[in-house]
């Protein structure tokens, strides 16, 4: 399990999202089959550009 301090005690996903926290998030990646979390991602737009009009910015792989 990895831990952070800021990150006390069991968290719902609302509130890994409400602290940002990292530990949790990875914990909850780790928990996840590898398929179901990169579909998860895929699915929220993480590899996708975000139309900010960043110079330079990419898509994620």
Request: overall charge negative.
């Amino acid at each position: 399990m990895i831990g952070d301090d800021r990150c006390e005690g069991e968290l719902d996903l609302e509130m890994i999202l409400v602290k940002s926290c990292n530990a949790g998030a990875a914990n909850l990646s780790l928990a996840m089959e590898p398929k179901v979390f990169f579909d998860t991602l895929k699915n929220l737009g993480i590899s996708q550009i975000t139309a900010s009009g960043f110079p330079g910015e990419q898509r994620g792989v």
